[in-house]
């Protein structure tokens, strides 16, 4: 990607200088600094390395599958440690001597797949049939470790991989909530934050991603549709990433933490807006709820209790942020697209809370409003992006526009004049929302323009 | 820097050593018992160069035998198993270790699935041969008999043992 930008930028340099937008140095210095961003050289080894690392570690594990019948266990287990040890010692010895730094890496890289394989392969010599996802979470501990004592991004990264993959064998396959996924995970966290390792920082938003997804999809496989569970198993889940979210901007107000902070929201609103569109299904709130559910829980099963605690826990807990946060801010000035983003989240999380005890026959009512407030809020967003210039804010914004959009069209929840007047009172509101936003725009930059006649050179 | 290596390498070896010590401990110190085999198909109870296999006591009636009959699937079950002329048949199944498990040995298996009958796993359903000669016993004759020799450690983890075909030794586990 940003190999194609510099491509672009030295084709568009020239004429930006013949136009006197830019000064020739100015241009030099862009050069090099896109050059050095995008890798060059540097980016080609690297790549060549891991590309033949893997190809190493494919032939490793297939070359030994074979079980290989001529050698006896002993040569086998001294050719599998054998290879480890050489391996990791290689990269020990290049690191400690500050040589070849790229191919180090790749060794350790390398290393930790050997293991993997060792494990593996040492399971078929003695036919080792154990619980099998154990043997990936050895796999993964021997990641951690090699992260944790060496300076090894790429064995961080593979070592959260094997950890989604374990989580996903032990919720998936044994339809348990895997709650062990998070200590292993946080250790993981706490490394890259003290290296800054933002790749590592990115596989491990996604790697907890993909957990609450398994254990969302665990708990729901066991919760019947006609209790309403679902309904506080997915709002619970909406306010963990909301909390999240918040998590994300108070790490903006610590300068340790700025540096994530951008990317724990955005994982964030993600998971947000998948569970907000999931909200905005009328069957989620078909189900018994309110007072009558919760004393259907209390005389029915523990289970129902407990996923309310939870949910007040949650609330609890995003307005502790939330006032963690403005607490932390007070001084901040706050520009007036910000208020309309918490009036808008405020209410959503209002009707969040009312339709706990709204559903039941007012639950198509309970979807009308879900939808109202998700479409003036993917506006928002879109809004916001706009400002802020915030490609995500807008692809993020007009993606879900389209998906609700679409969903709704197909839905045959509500008959189609329903759907007809839903489609047609929400475009009028768009179009003049869209008129009076134009003319608060214009009005405010245009004393601006007038100011900046040109460009810069 | 030789440290952190080092200390990578001893701790990865040790992973490795401690699995293999870990069977050779059940092999060596566990009880032998002979378990009879049930093919699911018998046209491919070697399937490729690893054998899959199933035993008589991987399905259980909880109706024909004592102990616990609540059992769901990923439940740990304990099986109390008794030598009955050549083979070991099960007793009893119990959701903990039995009480007072008697003469017998007891094995400790997973619920796969109890539907009816209680299928269990006990983590010796994998049988790896070398390379061509699980296709060369890829299809037993008709009068031949395929049994594991299997042995059962005091915690109830069981390894494979040995193979015998028509009660005759074909393969044989040992540790190097």
């Given at each position: 990607?940003?190999?194609?930008?510099?491509?672009?930028?030295?084709?568009?340099?020239?004429?930006?200088?013949?136009?006197?937008?830019?000064?020739?140095?100015?241009?030099?210095?862009?050069?090099?600094?896109?050059?050095?961003?995008?890798?060059?050289?540097?980016?080609?080894?690297?790549?060549?390395?891991?590309?033949?690392?893997?190809?190493?570690?494919?032939?490793?594990?297939?070359?030994?599958?074979?079980?290989?019948?001529?050698?006896?266990?002993?040569?086998?287990?001294?050719?599998?440690?054998?290879?480890?040890?050489?391996?990791?010692?290689?990269?020990?010895?290049?690191?400690?001597?500050?040589?070849?730094?790229?191919?180090?890496?790749?060794?350790?890289?390398?290393?930790?797949?050997?293991?993997?394989?060792?494990?593996?392969?040492?399971?078929?010599?003695?036919?080792?049939?154990?619980?099998?996802?154990?043997?990936?979470?050895?796999?993964?501990?021997?990641?951690?470790?090699?992260?944790?004592?060496?300076?090894?991004?790429?064995?961080?990264?593979?070592?959260?991989?094997?950890?989604?993959?374990?989580?996903?064998?032990?919720?998936?396959?044994?339809?348990?909530?895997?709650?062990?996924?998070?200590?292993?995970?946080?250790?993981?966290?706490?490394?890259?934050?003290?290296?800054?390792?933002?790749?590592?920082?990115?596989?491990?938003?996604?790697?907890?991603?993909?957990?609450?997804?398994?254990?969302?999809?665990?708990?729901?496989?066991?919760?019947?549709?006609?209790?309403?569970?679902?309904?506080?198993?997915?709002?619970?889940?909406?306010?963990?990433?909301?909390?999240?979210?918040?998590?994300?901007?108070?790490?903006?107000?610590?300068?340790?933490?700025?540096?994530?902070?951008?990317?724990?929201?955005?994982?964030?609103?993600?998971?947000?807006?998948?569970?907000?569109?999931?909200?905005?299904?009328?069957?989620?709130?078909?189900?018994?709820?309110?007072?009558?559910?919760?004393m259907s829980s209390i005389y029915g099963s523990a289970e129902g209790i407990y996923f309310l605690v939870v949910v007040v826990v949650?609330?609890?807990?995003?307005?502790?942020?939330?006032?963690?946060?403005?607490?932390?801010?007070?001084?901040?000035?706050?520009?007036?697209?910000?208020?309309?983003?918490?009036?808008?989240?405020?209410?959503?999380?209002?009707?969040?809370?009312?339709?706990?005890?709204?559903?039941?026959?007012?639950?198509?009512?309970?979807?009308?409003?879900?939808?109202?407030?998700?479409?003036?809020?993917?506006?928002?967003?879109?809004?916001?992006?706009?400002?802020?210039?915030?490609?995500?804010?807008?692809?993020?914004?007009?993606?879900?526009?389209?998906?609700?959009?679409?969903?709704?069209?197909?839905?045959?929840?509500?008959?189609?004049?329903?759907?007809?007047?839903?489609?047609?009172?929400?475009?009028?509101?768009?179009?003049?929302?869209?008129?009076?936003?134009?003319?608060?725009?214009?009005?405010?930059?245009?004393?601006?323009?007038?100011?900046?006649?040109?460009?810069?050179? | 820097?030789?440290?952190?290596?080092?200390?990578?390498?001893?701790?990865?070896?040790?992973?490795?050593?401690?699995?293999?010590?870990?069977?050779?401990?059940?092999?060596?110190?566990?009880?032998?018992?002979?378990?009879?085999?049930?093919?699911?198909?018998?046209?491919?109870?070697?399937?490729?160069?690893?054998?899959?296999?199933?035993?008589?006591?991987?399905?259980?009636?909880?109706?024909?035998?004592?102990?616990?009959?609540?059992?769901?699937?990923?439940?740990?079950?304990?099986?109390?198993?008794?030598?009955?002329?050549?083979?070991?048949?099960?007793?009893?199944?119990?959701?903990?270790?039995?009480?007072?498990?008697?003469?017998?040995?007891?094995?400790?298996?997973?619920?796969?699935?109890?539907?009816?009958?209680?299928?269990?796993?006990?983590?010796?359903?994998?049988?790896?041969?070398?390379?061509?000669?699980?296709?060369?016993?890829?299809?037993?004759?008709?009068?031949?008999?395929?049994?594991?020799?299997?042995?059962?450690?005091?915690?109830?983890?069981?390894?494979?043992?040995?193979?015998?075909?028509?009660?005759?030794?074909?393969?044989?586990?040992?540790?190097?």
């Open positions: 990607m940003l190999n194609r930008f510099a491509k672009r930028l030295k084709s568009e340099l020239p004429h930006w200088v013949d136009q006197g937008w830019v000064t020739p140095a100015g241009a030099q210095s862009i050069e090099e600094h896109v050059a050095d961003r995008s890798g060059g050289d540097g980016f080609l080894v690297r790549a060549l390395a891991i590309l033949g690392v893997l190809l190493l570690g494919s032939g490793v594990f297939t070359f030994f599958a074979a079980n290989w019948s001529e050698l006896a266990k002993l040569t086998k287990l001294g050719l599998l440690l054998g290879g480890l040890w050489v391996c990791y010692g290689t990269a020990g010895r290049l690191l400690a001597r500050g040589e070849y730094q790229k191919t180090a890496h790749a060794l350790l890289l390398l290393g930790v797949l050997l293991f993997g394989a060792n494990v593996m392969l040492v399971a078929q010599i003695y036919h080792i049939d154990a619980h099998y996802p154990n043997g990936v979470l050895l796999w993964a501990i021997g990641g951690l470790v090699t992260a944790w004592l060496l300076p090894s991004q790429s064995a961080l990264v593979a070592a959260i991989a094997l950890l989604i993959l374990w989580t996903g064998m032990e919720s998936q396959g044994f339809g348990q909530v895997h709650l062990w996924f998070l200590p292993l995970w946080a250790v993981a966290l706490i490394r890259l934050e003290a290296m800054q390792w933002r790749f590592a920082f990115h596989v491990a938003m996604v790697a907890l991603m993909i957990w609450s997804a398994f254990t969302l999809l665990t708990i729901g496989d066991h919760a019947p549709w006609e209790n309403g569970l679902h309904l506080y198993l997915v709002e619970a889940f909406t306010f963990a990433y909301l909390a999240l979210f918040l998590t994300g901007m108070l790490m903006e107000t610590t300068a340790r933490l700025r540096a994530g902070a951008s990317t724990v929201r955005r994982y964030a609103l993600l998971a947000l807006l998948i569970c907000l569109y999931a909200l905005t299904f009328p069957r989620l709130h078909q189900g018994l709820v309110g007072w009558e559910w919760v949650l609330i609890a807990l995003v307005l502790l942020l939330s006032l963690w946060h403005r607490r932390r801010t007070l001084s901040s000035a706050r520009p007036p697209h910000l208020l309309w983003g918490q009036v808008l989240l405020g209410s959503m999380v209002l009707l969040m809370i009312a339709s706990l005890f709204l559903g039941g026959r007012f639950g198509s009512l309970v979807a009308i409003a879900y939808n109202l407030f998700y479409f003036a809020g993917l506006v928002w967003l879109v809004a916001v992006g706009r400002v802020e210039r915030d490609q995500f804010l807008i692809n993020i914004g007009f993606g879900f526009f389209a998906l609700v959009l679409l969903s709704r069209y197909f839905d045959t929840f509500w008959t189609q004049m329903n759907r007809s007047f839903f489609f047609m009172v929400g475009g009028v509101i768009l179009l003049a929302g869209g008129f009076f936003l134009e003319r608060q725009r214009r009005r405010l930059i245009a004393p601006s323009d007038e100011s900046h006649p040109g460009g810069v050179s | 820097m030789t440290l952190r290596i080092g200390t990578i390498l001893l701790l990865q070896t040790a992973a490795l050593l401690v699995m293999v010590a870990m069977k050779q401990w059940t092999l060596s110190s566990g009880t032998p018992i002979l378990l009879e085999t049930q093919p699911v198909d018998p046209r491919s109870l070697f399937r490729g160069d690893y054998v899959r296999l199933n035993y008589a006591i991987s399905q259980l009636s909880a109706d024909q035998l004592g102990g616990d009959d609540d059992f769901s699937k990923h439940d740990p079950i304990f099986v109390q198993l008794q030598q009955v002329d050549l083979y070991w048949q099960p007793v009893s199944i119990h959701h903990q270790w039995p009480s007072s498990p008697g003469g017998g040995v007891v094995i400790k298996g997973e619920v796969r699935y109890a539907r009816g009958n209680i299928a269990v796993r006990y983590g010796i359903e994998n049988y790896f041969v070398p390379e061509g000669e699980g296709r060369a016993l890829e299809r037993p004759r008709a009068e031949e008999r395929v049994d594991i020799l299997v042995a059962v450690d005091r915690f109830g983890g069981a390894g494979i043992k040995g193979v015998l075909v028509n009660g005759e030794l074909r393969y044989q586990e040992k540790l190097l």
